[in-house]
């Protein structure tokens, strides 16, 4: 006998049409017109044209209506709203913070804003993520009330649950609970949070030098020395969320090693590596000297992964023109085999622009599923 097709049937019909023309209209880099999205999906136009009506009025699509001359309904082009809310991604440290927002894909709508300042007491850090979060709002016209997500990056261990647990950089952020203020700061936006390298990792994996299915280490250096793995593509979090933490290790020497850059003549760790390309040799010597410290931690993770390459991304003024090269020459002497070493071009603002793109791809999750 054959079965009777039910309300509950009909309704998953209707979803995964809809998801089917959803998914189309995300990741198309242009307009769609109805045909186009029948030919992508391989349902019908009827189908389509009746899944589009409905998006349309739940305003995630947008119809633009053009005529070509010719007699006949006007041409109409689908698009994914991702005007519809923003995101927002603030990435924060004892000495600064930045901040970024961007649209539902995870495209920029504002540049980077940094502030310079001492945020080390947690409410002062809450203080500076609020503010920030107003001044991105107001720079890029946004609706504060469609603020769809918030990922705060930080120096600690972010365990599965999302729950910052451990930073031997700011340990008050974790014992004064820095975690509820922002949320209760922040209660009709999804808030999140992320280890501040990790999501400089996947952007790197998403949008800087690593190719599909490779594994890296992505080696960070600014105001402190960090690491992340990527593996096969995808960045490592590990059963803890601590994988990376090699500079935890106090006979690493990451946590000192910018002290090697103004044990000379220079005052500031700007001026060291001013000096080294420059061509001082009191400097050289400091820059090869916080190579070495570097390179030990570095040449461990590269041991244990096994990577097809080690990407540097500097923070350090004037940092490219020596340190890359010494760095290579410092791990390459701990390896057993060669590797490929290459120098990240995504900038300072790499955690809050990989903030964007996980918020984005969490966007897109929850539309599609």
């Known amino acids: 006998m054959a079965s009777e097709t039910t309300g509950t049937d009909l309704a998953m019909m209707r979803r995964l049409n809809e998801r089917a023309v959803l998914a189309s209209l995300w990741d198309a880099d242009e ?4 045909t186009q999205l ?27 209506i053009t005529r070509t001359g010719r007699a006949g309904r006007p041409a109409r082009r689908y698009a994914f709203d991702a005007s519809r809310g923003s995101l927002i991604a603030v990435d924060l440290g004892p000495g600064a913070i930045t901040g970024l927002a961007g649209d539902l894909r995870g495209g920029a709508l504002t540049q980077p804003v940094r502030w310079e300042t001492d945020l080390r007491d947690p409410d002062a850090a809450l ?14 016209a946004l609706d504060a009330e469609r603020i769809d997500s918030l990922v705060v990056g930080m120096p600690a261990v972010i ?20 975690r509820t203020g922002v949320l209760a700061a922040f209660p009709t936006v999804t808030v999140s949070f992320d280890n501040d390298t990790k999501l400089a990792a996947h952007l790197e994996a998403l949008s800087g030098s690593v190719v599909p299915g490779e594994t890296v280490v992505l080696l960070r250096t600014g105001h402190r020395i960090s690491a992340a793995s990527i593996i096969n593509g995808e960045v490592a979090m590990g059963a803890n969320g601590a994988a990376g933490e090699i500079g935890s290790l106090a006979n690493i020497g990451w946590r000192g090693a910018r002290l090697a850059l103004t044990a000379g003549s220079a005052d500031t760790v700007a001026e060291a590596f001013e000096a080294a390309a420059e061509g001082d040799a009191s400097a050289l010597d400091a820059v090869r ?16 992964l096994d990577p097809h390459a080690i990407i540097l991304n500097t923070t350090i003024p004037r ?23 290459r120098l990240s071009e995504l900038g300072p603002d790499a955690p809050c622009r990989g903030a964007l793109l996980r918020s984005a791809a969490a966007v897109r999750d929850r539309l599609l599923g």
Do not use: K, N
């Open 159 to 178: 365990d599965p649950t999302g729950a910052p647990v451990l930073s031997h950089v700011v340990p008050a952020w974790i014992t004064d609970d820095l």
């Open 31 to 34: 307009a769609l017109t109805s």
């Open 289 to 304: 000297a916080f190579a070495e410290q570097i390179a030990l931690g570095a040449a461990a993770m590269a041991l244990t």
């Open 38 to 64: 029948a030919e992508a999906t391989g349902l019908s136009r009827t189908t389509v044209e009746a899944v589009l009506a409905e998006l349309v009025e739940s305003s995630y699509v947008t119809v633009e």
């Open 319 to 341: 940092s490219e023109s020596t340190l890359p090269a010494l760095l290579q020459d410092a791990i390459a002497r701990r390896l057993m085999f060669p590797i490929e070493f």
């Open 127 to 140: 203080s500076a993520i609020r503010a920030m979060v107003d001044a991105l709002v107001q720079d890029g």
